[in-house]
């Protein structure tokens, strides 16, 4: 395991349903990130947070709400999901700046129904 | 637009047998490119890194080859076991842009047999 938590790392939702995903880093980074992670197709960056700020929305739709209360801990709030949503949603982190190793947290495989 | 396309998009090896991942990317210039490995249900993890002026990092039977004139990656796999089953990730970093910027492969999927 790395430095990189998530919670829950399973879950299950109906379209109406509001779940959050919860993502902690011990590495002392000030960046983190949300993607997507679709069978066959590339890592899709969501979110980007550089010391607490949103850097980048990847024109993410706003049934995805990210929360970044603090450079240690990440959420991301879902609502009204629909079933192309479902996918492994990781959260990584680094230093800030060009080049820097993310460290990957295992994931959450959402399934909405 | 930048792209990372790897080949082939899935292998099977029989244990203790070699094999060579390929990486051709469009990304230019760039900071450095990564070889990372994503086992079943785990997020990825760096294998190894690459700068431009680099042409080849080991990190164990792990051993990556960088050609920048061509744009062409390789990961190559010596002696292969069961736990190398795994998805085997490009990741390649612009020049300039931060970690926002990094274009990825679809990957290669690995499984090694007895």
């Known amino acids: 395991e790395t430095g990189v938590t998530q919670t829950p790392r399973h879950l299950v939702m109906g379209m109406t349903n509001k779940k959050s995903l919860k993502c902690e880093q011990h590495?002392?980074?000030?960046?983190m990130y949300w993607y997507k992670q679709s069978a066959k197709k590339p890592l899709e960056l969501m979110f980007v947070y550089n010391f607490k700020e949103q850097t980048e929305n990847n024109s993410v739709p706003s049934r995805f709400s990210p929360e970044c209360p603090n450079s240690s801990h990440l959420f991301l709030h879902l609502h009204t999901l629909q079933p192309e949503d479902s996918a492994l949603y990781l959260c990584a982190s680094s230093h800030p700046g060009t080049g820097n190793e993310q460290y990957f947290g295992p994931g959450t495989r959402l399934t909405v129904t | 637009k930048n792209q990372v396309e790897q080949s082939p998009q899935s292998l099977i090896i029989l244990e203790g047998k070699n094999c060579t991942l390929q990486c051709n990317y469009t990304v230019s210039p760039f900071s450095n490119l990564r070889w990372y490995k994503q086992d079943t249900g785990r997020g990825p993890v760096s294998l190894t890194i690459?700068?431009?002026?680099?042409n080849t990092k080991s990190n164990g039977r792990y051993t990556a080859t960088l050609d920048a004139d061509t744009k062409q990656s390789s990961l190559h796999i010596t002696a292969s076991q069961l736990s190398d089953s795994a998805s085997y990730i490009c990741?390649?970093?612009?020049?300039?842009?931060?970690?926002?910027?990094?274009?990825f492969g679809t990957g290669t999927q690995l499984k090694v047999e007895l």
């Open positions: 990741v390649v970093s612009p020049l300039k842009g931060g970690g926002n910027k990094l274009t």
């Open positions: 690459m700068t431009f002026s680099e």
């Open positions: 590495l002392g980074h000030n960046a």
